[in-house]
């Protein structure tokens, strides 16, 4: 792959904006409530900023790695500082940018433990950030964990609804992920002779051979498909989702599942493509009977908020589905569903956060006309659920769409079932508006006062990007491609 | 001749011993004079140990061995010795008129743990081992509540006596085996000899007396009553320093044989995973701060048993990084939960609530300290693990890591019950703001900046542990 080195080093200034913005907060004294809110929203206004930047200034026509910075790090067992950017990990980095900013914004009425909820949740996107770019595994381990173990506690603390079990569920299950990660990472490393932990060194053909890559694989997938909810492994999902704060949420269904999904391909695609397409079918099947299983169980809850992670169980399905693939196709529409399924969990989880605050209950049968109530709340809620449903001209769309087109040539059986399981979910989506947005208003909400333009700032942000990125996927898919048709020449 | 300088960093703990000694025979008890001047000459042992790590060379005969290896456990030994006594300012669980003697046996212990790194014939590893030893038992029992203490010195005293005997027995069947207590002597002849029954036996029951310090299961039953029966700083020293210096000892006897014995490695191995199974489980149920310290150093144990037994050179280093962790996040620990129980009672988890409001700092500190003890990046605790476990790796022990990464995370399950005290629990009636000294804040903030530093830049620590373990290749 080419590299372009970077003549200024953006990447980590991308991890450096988060930690300063980390330190500076832990310096402010905690009753300082707003000046907290404001640093916050400087320093991830500042990180979503360059992460535009940087989708916009990579070079599509020289293709291949850019921004590239590398730095030796231990000597004795070749670990490198090794960040860079690509069609497959821009759009990541832009989806944490806005994700990032927006979930600030959204939790600007917090008012419990305002410091400390900031200090974790910008250790935690720092997490983030620092697993998208780098392109070493022991980073990547690194940022894995940096970006889950502040999550216990932002749940515990600040959360709703069973919130230390489902803190805790989700904390050991993703660990558990980790558990399976770092032996295959080690052992990868070590049986390539190597000695390096420098990704694209150990990419080369030939470095693994065909049974050493099905064992790593194996390992890699379940234990990265833990975090991206591939059924079942999915279960700690909806119960976290259920259980954290809106931000949290937002972050967590938005970005951290992608990080799953992402593993997948950064480590245990790039690294064991022998491995990838010895389980691809056996990743088809469970993403498939994701996509199913989270559709029906969706279809049969009452609270909002889980409606939407078994929803996310059912979105993670399509990448899962476009993953197994094998082809071109199937990659740039998993990618592009990463993308697009986290700006539209944003957008849901943060309009659900507004209606929880207002109203207290995110049980569905306890609202009812909330778009006669608060119609600009419930006009964000609404076209989430649209986005979630797939109806075209909104970003998720075109995610589906290629993955199925994909899908249908290599797996024409799995396709049409989940493309009944698709359907179902609209019918349950359709079903959680109607009885939420319309209908009789209760009585005892019709005081509640619609959402005003500042609070909205975060969900118009969403809506914009989701309704551009529907208008013109080319943006995305042009980017995408660089990386995967890339990706597909250099294989064996 | 030999060539004293060599030896001065023993002479100077020696000498600060014989201090306390005299300290102790002055007729008015004074806790505050006592705890300054221990404040004070620890701070200098460790310049002391410092300034000669980069001696060498054999005294008494070639019994003794100054290297690198040895030099840095030295320095590893006066660091643990001064942060045991950084957090001695408030001595309540020990009789005032016993400081001078409590300074006096932690001195010593010390010096015989770094007497201990430096011995290379059987002799003075025993005559160390047992000096350091007898110590830990009089300190167990120094407390003010004779009656807990008295069981746990006994229970303490006993075990220890047992595998010291065995231990004995062992060095003896090795003697007759080799025809030489040297270890160099032992490193040629045993490669051999290694496959014949009885010096495997020689040397597991010369193990059994390191096993007993470090608490490898099945030596690991008088810890958690130790620790239990034991005043809290003499708990913090037995889980710092002591296990340091069972790792160093460790590395060295295991290191003879060459890393030829495929039967003692199997062995090693069964034991290492039963050490984290067991400290790990029994840690999950504990309420009592420092039973749980207790398990999950046993847990630990079979950790850094993971790096000793790749026998490779990666995991010798691996080893020694981990014994730093070791020392850095226990004592983190201790030094909170210490801070946490004003009265010198044994801490609790009761203890911890609502910490984060009583003292930000402590909780922090306990946070990472925690999530360094379970292995999470960035943290001092996931470099050590992550050096060990690619030795295993190294040696082909794919499935001995991935049942060590299994017990991390039933380990997880404990360090965030504590987190969840510290962090979430809310105490039953409002407690007042810990009392915290700048002196208690600046240690704090020391702490958590090198577990995070060290597990963000480990490169010259990596590079020093190496160096020390290049006498093993």
Same mark, same amino acid.
């Given at each position: 792959m080419d590299m372009q080195y970077a003549n200024f080093p953006y990447l980590s200034t991308l991890l450096i904006v988060c930690i300063a913005g980390l330190f500076t907060i832990l310096f402010l004294p905690g009753r300082e409530q707003n000046k907290i809110k404001w640093v916050g929203v400087v320093f991830s206004g500042i990180t979503m900023v360059i992460s535009i930047f940087l989708f916009i200034a990579y070079d599509k026509n020289i293709g291949g790695l850019q921004f590239v910075e590398r730095v030796l790090w231990v000597p004795s067992l070749g670990i490198y500082y090794f960040n860079g950017a690509d069609g497959f990990n821009l759009p990541m980095l832009l989806l944490t940018g806005i994700v990032f900013f927006t979930g600030v914004l959204s939790m600007w009425e917090l008012d419990t433990r305002v410091k400390e909820f900031f200090a974790l949740y910008f250790l935690m996107v720092t997490g983030v950030f620092g697993l998208f770019m780098s392109l070493d595994l022991f980073f990547i381990f690194v940022w894995y964990d940096v970006s889950l173990f502040p999550m216990y506690l932002l749940i515990a603390v600040w959360?709703?609804?069973?919130k230390e079990y489902g803190a805790m569920k989700l904390t050991l299950y993703l660990l558990a992920g980790s558990a399976l990660i770092l032996p295959a990472i080690l052992y990868i490393v070590n049986v390539s002779g190597l000695k390096t932990f420098d990704l694209l060194a150990l990419m080369a053909p030939g470095t693994l051979t065909p049974l050493q890559q099905k064992f790593a694989f194996i390992f890699i997938y379940i234990g990265f498909g833990i975090l991206a909810g591939v059924w079942p492994f999915h279960t700690w999902s909806p119960v976290g989702h259920v259980a954290a704060p809106t931000s949290v949420s937002m972050v967590h269904a938005g970005v951290l599942m992608k990080i799953g999904a992402f593993g997948v391909l950064r480590v245990g695609i790039f690294l064991c493509p022998e491995g990838w397409r010895y389980f691809a079918p056996l990743m088809a099947v469970l993403a498939t009977v994701g996509i199913v299983y989270g559709a029906f169980v969706g279809l049969t809850q009452k609270d909002l908020k889980y409606v939407i992670g078994y929803s996310s169980v059912s979105h993670m399905g399509i990448v899962g589905l476009g993953l197994s693939t094998l082809t071109v196709e199937g990659l740039n529409g998993a990618v592009y569903q990463m993308f697009a399924h986290g700006i539209m969990t944003a957008l849901f989880f943060s309009s659900v956060g507004y209606i929880y605050d207002k109203t207290h209950t995110k049980m569905i049968p306890e609202l009812g006309g909330l778009s006669r109530i608060i119609p600009v709340a419930a006009f964000y809620f609404i076209l989430a659920a649209l986005t979630s449903i797939g109806v075209?001209?909104?970003?998720?769309f075109w995610g589906e769409l290629v993955v199925f087109i994909a899908c249908f040539k290599v797996y024409p059986v799995l396709g049409v079932l989940s493309i009944c399981g698709l359907v179902v979910t609209a019918l349950f989506m359709l079903r959680v508006v109607q009885k939420t947005c319309y209908g009789p208003p209760k009585e005892h909400h019709t005081h509640i006062r619609d959402i005003s333009f500042a609070i909205g700032v975060p969900r118009m942000i969403l809506s914009v990007v989701i309704i551009f990125f529907g208008l013109f996927p080319s943006f995305m898919f042009d980017m995408i491609e660089t990386a995967s048709s890339s990706f597909f020449k250099g294989l064996p | 001749m030999i060539n004293w300088a060599l030896f001065n960093t023993e002479i100077y703990f020696l000498i600060t011993a014989a201090g306390f000694l005299v300290l102790s025979l002055l007729p008015k008890a004074d806790a505050h004079r006592d705890y300054q001047t221990a404040l004070a000459l620890s701070a200098i042992g460790v310049g002391v140990a410092l300034a000669g790590i980069t001696q060498q060379g054999d005294i008494f005969a070639q019994a003794y061995r100054i290297d690198m290896f040895s030099q840095v456990f030295k320095v590893l030994l006066s660091m643990g010795l001064f942060l045991i006594i950084c957090i001695c300012s408030e001595l309540k669980s020990i009789p005032e008129r016993l400081h001078p003697e409590f300074y006096f046996l932690l001195v010593i212990a010390t010096l015989a743990m770094m007497i201990l790194v430096s011995s290379v014939h059987l002799l003075t590893i025993y005559i160390s081992l047992e000096l350091s030893s007898y110590c830990l038992y009089i300190l167990v029992y120094l407390r003010t509540e004779h009656k807990r203490s008295l069981s746990a010195t006994i229970r303490y005293f006993i075990i220890g006596a047992t595998a010291s005997a065995v231990m004995l027995f062992g060095l003896a069947i090795l003697y007759s085996f080799v025809g030489s207590a040297y270890l160099i002597d032992i490193v040629n002849t045993l490669p051999a000899i290694i496959d014949r029954p009885i010096v495997i036996i020689g040397i597991f029951f010369t193990l059994a007396g390191f096993f007993f310090k470090l608490a490898v299961f099945p030596f690991h039953f008088w810890v958690p009553e130790a620790y239990h029966g034991a005043s809290n700083q003499v708990a913090a020293y037995i889980a710092t320093a002591s296990k340091v210096a069972a790792i160093a000892i460790l590395i060295r006897v295991i290191a003879l044989s060459g890393g030829h014995s495929e039967y003692l490695a199997k062995v090693l191995i069964c034991l290492s995973i039963i050490s984290m199974t067991v400290g790990n489980l029994s840690a999950i149920v504990q309420k009592d701060l420092k039973k749980l310290l207790a398990y999950s150093s046993i847990a630990h144990a079979g950790y850094a048993l993971i790096g000793i037994l790749s026998m490779n050179h990666a995991g010798y280093s691996g080893a020694v990084f981990y014994a730093l962790a070791l020392l850095i996040l226990k004592f983190t620990c201790f030094f909170v939960v210490i801070k946490a129980a004003t009265?010198?009672?044994?801490?609790?988890? %009761?203890?911890? %609530?609502g910490l984060h409001q009583r003292s930000p700092i402590l909780a922090l500190a306990l946070l990472v300290a925690l999530f360094g003890l379970a292995g999470i990046p960035p943290t001092v605790g996931f470099t050590g693990k992550l050096l060990v476990f690619s030795a295993a790796i190294q040696q082909g022990y794919f499935f001995l890591v991935l049942i060590a990464m299994i017990n991390v995370v039933i380990s997880l399950y404990y360090y965030i019950l504590v987190l969840k005290a510290a962090y979430l629990t809310e105490p039953d009636r409002p407690l007042s703001e810990l009392p915290t000294p700048m002196s208690v804040k600046i240690l704090a903030a020391a702490m958590i900046t090198a577990i995070v530093a060290a597990g963000f830049f480990p490169v010259y620590l990596i590079r020093i542990a190496e160096a020390a373990t290049a006498v093993f290749i």
């Open positions: 959360g709703s609804t069973r075209p001209g909104l970003a998720s | 009265e010198g009672q044994n801490p609790t988890m %009761a203890h911890l %609530a």
